[in-house]
Structure formats: structure tokens, C-alpha cells
């Protein structure tokens, strides 16, 4: 889920008029707010330019997006009688190229400004290293490895708000909390050197795969959508919102 957290940035990068500061790649479309069909030019647009986003775009400080690296990620969370802690490390996470940008909705009112991108995903695979403390009530559960996680029909919406002061959009939330069509989880050692429980663990994460994601995805998205409004806002100081949205 972590492909999720960069995708805007490359909106951003794809709506942006060329500042005189930032010498941006040939090739980037851009639409103007008095387009017969602004929202559609939009989506076109961010489709067209995906292929050069995904490549990174060094003067916004995007780094390329299929691989997307993770160097360090720590989730908390607590689902029914469980609780613990997941950090993940050294990730990487594949799929951003074939993103497919469904619609985009721009809501503006006085200074608040609002974006919605509803985004499919047909394949995403998270590979890295993992350590979790984790308890069943009094039961103990804890392990350290490699792991990864593919999924496959990925479709959500991206929501992000913000205030426009002097001429730079602020973003003041983010959002992405999507629906996932089918998931697969493996990890090499969920209790410390226990095979037989760390298979028993897995089978039952497999089998009701749908259950656990629904619990874990607000304590996930909480990390990941507040990664993403920093990474966001990183990027926005560089571009006048009037060039972003001419």
C-alpha cells in the first residue's frame, strides 16, 4: 500500500506550467481552468504524462515510482483482541506504472481547495523486511524477516484538501484508503523460529485476508496519508498554485 502515498505527487508534476525556477521534463500536458472539459483534460493529461512521472522528476524531488522505495514505516494498531506493531524497512513496492486515473474532481471555494483522483491499480507487489510485536490477549507474538504482499484490483479515491496562501496550496489533509479485489501474504518467520505457527498464522491470514485488511487499513492509512501530506506539501513549496491551476 505504500505506492499509494506518491501517486499525487505526480499529478502535481503533470499539471504544473513550467515556474521560470524549475526547468520541468518535455512532453508533461497541462490544462487550463477554461477548458470546455476541464476535469477530463485533467485526467487525460496525468494519463499521458504517467510514463515520464513514473521516471521521477529530480527537481521536485520525486524519485522514480516503480520500484518505490520505502526505507522505514511504522504502523501501531489494535483489531478486536489483538494488538502491536509492524515496522517495515528497505521495502519496495512495484506497480505504479500501470496505474490507470479514472476521474478528477477540483473543488475550489474561496481559498480551500479540494482534489479527488479515483485510481485503479491492477497489480501491486510489496517485497522487504519486517519486525512485529504483536499479543492475543496473553499470548505473545513476535518475528522479524522478509516478507511480501500482492494484490490485484486496487481502486480507490484520493482526497486532498488544502488552503491557497501567498499564491503556494497547503495541503491540510490527504486521504487514500482503497478497496483491494484480492491479496496474498508471505513472510518468513511470524514467531521467532516457530515454522509450524508461522504457516498456521499465514493459512489464516490468506483465508480471511479480507477481515484483517478492513481492520488494519485505519491504522495504515493513518501512517501512509500523513507521509503523504508532508511529501505533498515538500513538493508544493517549489510551484505557485497559479501555475499549477492556470
Given amino acids: 500500500m505504500m505506492l499509494g502515498v506518491l501517486i499525487f505527487v505526480g499529478f502535481c508534476a503533470s499539471s504544473v506550467v513550467s515556474d521560470q525556477a524549475i526547468q520541468l521534463p518535455a512532453g508533461l500536458k497541462t490544462c487550463k481552468k477554461d477548458s470546455s472539459d476541464y476535469s477530463s483534460c485533467l485526467r487525460l493529461a496525468l494519463q499521458e504524462s504517467w510514463p ?3 521516471q521521477g522528476i529530480p527537481e521536485l524531488n520525486l524519485p522514480s515510482l516503480d520500484p518505490q522505495f520505502t526505507e522505514s514505516m511504522t504502523n501501531d494498531f489494535e483489531f478486536g483482541a489483538v494488538t502491536g506493531r509492524i515496522i517495515v524497512r528497505n521495502a519496495n513496492t512495484y506497480g505504479a506504472s500501470k496505474v490507470r486515473f479514472l476521474s478528477v474532481r477540483v473543488l475550489h471555494n474561496n481559498d480551500q481547495h479540494r482534489l479527488e483522483v479515483d485510481v485503479d491499480i491492477p497489480k501491486i507487489f510489496i517485497e522487504g523486511d519486517f519486525k512485529a510485536d504483536a499479543a492475543f490477549g496473553t499470548f505473545k507474538i513476535g518475528g522479524k524477516g522478509q516478507f511480501n504482499i500482492s494484490m490485484e484490483n486496487v481502486r480507490g479515491t484520493m482526497e486532498i484538501d488544502g488552503k491557497v496562501k501567498d499564491d503556494r496550496w497547503v495541503i491540510e489533509s490527504y486521504n487514500f484508503q482503497p478497496e483491494v479485489g484480492t491479496m496474498k501474504i508471505w513472510a518468513d518467520d511470524l514467531f521467532n523460529g516457530n515454522p509450524e ?50
Fill in 197 to 246: 505457527l508461522t504457516k498456521a498464522a499465514l493459512d489464516f491470514a490468506n483465508e480471511y485476508w479480507q477481515i484483517l485488511y478492513t481492520g488494519m487499513l485505519p491504522y495504515a492509512a493513518k501512517t501512509w496519508n500523513a507521509m503523504m501530506r508532508d511529501r505533498l506539501n515538500d513538493v508544493l513549496s517549489k510551484v505557485s498554485f497559479s501555475s499549477l491551476f492556470p
Fill in 52 to 54: 515520464i512521472i513514473v
